[in-house]
Nanobody, 121 residues
Framework: QVQLVESGGGLVQPGGSLRLSCAASGSIVSINVMGWYRQAPGKQRELVARIISGGSTNYADSVKGRFTISRDNAKKMVFLQMNSLKPEDTAVYYC???????????????WGQGTQVTVSS
């Protein structure tokens, strides 16, 4: 199977920065889209940013210009650099990766366990 392990969350003051990491491991043949989602209390999970295997990126309007997504294909990792953080960025952040395994015919999405990001003074 496939495992996703996230790290890098924590408590930061408004205006501060954090860098999230997500490492994929297991029976992986290929990885396509890698992304970050977040879910704040009482709200639906929403897309923050995603990056296609060729490097194209998409961002939520609320994070454009502040967050940067990147990936290391050799290490099967995806990163989210978050700058100029605001209290409204507070949420649990989840890594999502589309993976092809030896037993699947196409890409299947896997989720990480989530990492808490709290922006507060």
């Amino acid at each position: 199977q496939v495992q996703l392990v996230e790290s890098g969350g924590g408590l930061v003051q408004p205006g501060g920065s954090l860098r999230l990491s997500c490492a994929a491991s297991g029976s992986i043949v290929s990885i396509n889209v890698m992304g970050w989602y977040r879910q704040a209390p009482g709200k639906q999970r929403e897309l923050v940013a995603r990056i296609i295997s060729g490097g194209s990126t998409n961002y939520a309007d609320s994070v454009k210009g502040r967050f940067t997504i990147s990936r290391d294909n050799a290490k099967k990792m995806v990163f989210l650099q978050m700058n100029s953080l605001k209290p409204e960025d507070t949420a649990v952040y989840y890594c999502n990766v589309d993976v092809m395994t030896p037993s699947s015919r196409w890409y299947v999405g896997y989720w990480g366990q989530g990492t808490q990001v709290t922006v507060s003074s």
